[in-house]
């Protein structure tokens, strides 16, 4: 069976994150070769990305509300039905490195202050994941927010931002800034794994999950193969996109229509795009000019 590689920098990330999905890409061939599963190689492609300070994931994730606080969310899925995940963990380098840890663990999910602290007893080192570019997409945010958007907010997650915003901010505009990356690969023995970590929607209160360390919401694995989303994660959560794709997938349908139909779940407003590899192939789909690479072999 042919390997299959796919990452994504997150639906509204720069074109300029291509090249790094392919160099993700190239890190996740990098494990395969070196033995590793696809779930190592899942694991390599998204640190990789997260490394990117242009990529809203680890360096480089949004800053929330008050301009200060950055809580990033990270998920990883095997084919076995291993699940990792940490939601709102601050200050460390690489979350999905530490969800990686958490299959080691009884649990599936570890969130907020205990997250960090099961990273700092893991030695993962303290980071400041806040860049320059990041404090300027803040600033582009609340300049949006004060510039007002009006009240025609059209998509339930608009809706929620915008009420948000009023009720604690007096701010009212429709969220623009979220972004994901992420990566799902199929190896050479058939198993298939998701990987995925963000920084979430820039107009978060603190304390704010999204879809990705919700099983089945932003990632998802299982025999008939892997998929991970990027969007807004009400949106995604609210659909358990990942997993209804999978679905279709274990129904036999292609993969290319199943990514089709998964983002065809939205309506245009909400920004959409998905990963997906089962054993009859891949695709990749969006609802925008999405940067990602594919590497099959
Ligand atoms: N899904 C991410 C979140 O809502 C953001 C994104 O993928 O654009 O946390």
């Given at each position: 069976m042919k390997y299959v590689i796919l990452t994504?920098?997150?639906?509204?990330?720069?074109?300029?994150?291509?090249?790094?999905?392919?160099?993700?890409?190239?890190?996740?061939?990098?494990?395969?070769?070196?033995?590793?599963?696809?779930?190592?190689?899942?694991i390599a492609a998204t640190a990789r990305l997260e490394d990117d300070p242009r990529l809203n994931a680890g360096t480089g994730s949004n800053l929330r509300l008050d301009g200060r606080t950055i809580e990033m969310?990270?998920?990883?899925?095997?084919?076995?039905?291993?699940?990792?995940?940490?939601?709102?963990?601050?200050?460390v380098k690489n979350p999905v490195l530490v969800a990686a840890k958490v299959l080691e663990t009884?649990?599936?999910?570890?969130?907020?202050?205990?997250?960090?602290?099961?990273?700092?007893?893991?030695?993962?080192?303290d980071h400041d994941p806040a860049t320059d570019e990041a404090r300027e997409r803040h600033a582009r945010a609340v300049a949006a927010l004060r510039d007002g958007a009006g009240d025609?907010?059209?998509?339930?997650?608009?809706?929620?931002?915008?009420?948000?915003?009023?009720?604690?901010?007096n701010f009212d505009a429709?969220?623009?800034?979220?972004?994901?990356?992420?990566?799902?690969?199929?190896?050479?023995?058939?198993?298939?794994?998701?990987?995925?970590?963000?920084?979430?929607?820039?107009?978060?209160?603190?304390?704010?999950?999204?879809?990705?360390?919700?099983?089945?919401?932003?990632i998802y694995a299982g025999p008939h193969g892997a998929v991970a989303a990027t969007g807004v994660g009400e949106e995604i959560a609210r659909r358990l996109l990942a997993r209804a794709i999978y679905d279709w997938l274990a129904d036999g349908v292609a993969p290319a229509r199943a990514a089709q139909r998964g983002v065809a779940m939205f309506p245009?407003?909400?920004?959409?795009?998905?990963?997906?590899?089962?054993?009859?192939?891949?695709?990749?789909?969006?609802?925008?000019?999405?940067?990602?690479?594919q590497l099959v072999g």
């Open positions: 994504h920098g997150g639906v509204t990330a720069p074109q300029s994150g291509a090249e790094s999905c392919a160099r993700a890409a190239d890190d996740a061939l990098g494990a395969l070769d070196a033995g590793g599963e696809a779930l190592a190689a899942a969310d990270a998920a990883v899925m095997a084919s076995d039905g291993r699940f990792g995940a940490v939601a709102c963990i601050e200050r009884p649990h599936l999910l570890l969130a907020g202050a205990g997250a960090t602290a099961f990273a700092r007893r893991l030695g993962f080192a025609d907010q059209t998509d339930d997650a608009a809706r929620f931002h915008a009420l948000t915003a009023k009720r604690f901010w429709e969220p623009i800034e979220c972004d994901t990356v992420g990566a799902v690969v199929r190896d050479v023995h058939g198993r298939f794994a998701a990987a995925a970590s963000t920084g979430g929607s820039s107009y978060s209160l603190r304390g704010r999950v999204g879809d990705v360390p919700l099983t089945g919401a932003g245009e407003v909400v920004a959409i795009g998905v990963l997906v590899v089962g054993r009859s192939g891949q695709a990749i789909a969006s609802n925008r000019n999405m940067p990602s690479a």
